[in-house]
């Protein structure tokens, strides 16, 4: 049978670069994109669809016959904590309903974003293992920690194949990323670009870490088609590629912007950010599926300009 995806929050900064990729694959008709935003026509076959509409959900899984959910539809860390409930709603809610449906219907398997995010202050902060305590600070760290325990959870009881990543702050030109505390890793290439000048809600020397877009996807997508006994961590796998500050990044920036200035004035994010850790050890991903990253930060950043600048020309 061939397979019909369903991507949820397909207009996010992972979202559109992901269907982009799966259709490649897969066929254009056979991605379905779904948000609660106005439709893109880039990201056609497109439907309205708010996760917590189970019925709806329901009925759209069923109407297209869908295989596969990537359920990225989320609130992230930063614009969170001005609705805990709401963040907690859609981020647990969302993910509850569609394992529930996998459960009962014909979807043979499920991606759910996990993140950073999920660390906190008690959790070893430098080469973070996959075992870890996981004490999160904010109300989407909490959701997805919950949300990883009950994958765990529908794999073992009840055989639904979800499948997780913690992924670390993702960079990318395709769209400006919305509500992250990671998100000034792409701030600062359009505010350089455009203006020589960013102003950063960072400290100088946050080191967090950090993967450019393309191998967030294939990372995506080659877990996703690993074979299934390769799959051992079914909470979510640590996965990492590089680790920086916005000191580092603006440095690499400056190499092509010698005359840029940055301005650090951290704000409530930087809380978030000081509980995260700032390197991962994702040997398991390494190990059982033969995660390898490709792009590092100068890499990153020559790729980000060749993108970016046009935008402003
Ligand atoms: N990039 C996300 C955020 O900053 C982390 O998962 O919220």
């Known amino acids: 049978m061939a397979e019909k995806i ?11 670069v992901l269907c982009a ?11 379905l994109a779904s948000d609660i935003k106005r439709a893109s026509e880039k990201n056609e076959p497109y439907i309205f669809l708010d996760i917590l509409n189970e019925q709806r959900l329901r ?6 016959g869908i295989t596969q959910v990537y359920h990225l539809a989320a609130i992230l860390s930063a614009n969170g904590e001005w ?4 963040t907690w709603n859609i981020n647990l809610n969302g993910l509850l309903s569609i394992l529930n449906l996998a459960k009962e219907h014909h979807i043979k398997k499920i991606f759910f974003p996990s993140t950073i995010a999920v660390f906190g202050n008690t959790t070893p902060k430098v080469n973070t293992a996959q075992h870890v305590p996981l004490l999160p600070e904010t109300v989407y760290g909490i959701s997805k920690v919950s949300g990883e325990m009950w994958c765990n959870y529908y794999y073992n009881r009840y055989g639904v194949d979800v499948r997780s990543l913690r992924y670390p702050g993702i960079i990318s030109h395709q769209s400006i990323p919305a509500g992250g505390t990671t998100d000034y890793a792409v701030e600062i290439f359009h505010g350089i670009i455009k203006d020589n000048d960013y102003e950063c809600f960072l400290d100088a020397d946050t080191a967090l870490p950090m993967m450019y877009i393309p191998d967030a996807i294939r990372a995506t997508i080659e877990l996703m088609e690993a074979p299934k006994e390769h799959i051992k961590v079914r909470t979510s796998y640590n996965l990492s590629a590089m680790s920086f500050t916005p000191a580092e990044i603006f440095e690499e920036i400056q190499k092509e ?3 840029a200035t940055i301005k650090y004035e951290p704000d409530f994010r930087q809380a978030i950010a000081e509980a995260w850790s700032s390197s991962i050890d994702d040997s398991e991903a390494r190990n059982d599926w033969d995660w390898k990253h ?6 990153l950043a020559e790729d980000m300009i060749r993108h970016i600048k046009p935008m402003y020309e």
């Open 294 to 299: 490709e792009y590092d930060l100068k890499a």
């Open 257 to 259: 912007y010698p005359d």
């Open 59 to 64: 009925e759209v899984i069923d109407d297209h």
């Open 6 to 16: 369903l991507v949820t929050g397909a207009n996010g900064q992972i979202g559109t």
């Open 21 to 31: 990729e799966l259709r490649k694959i897969y066929g254009k008709d056979q991605v």
């Open 83 to 86: 609705n805990p409930m709401k």
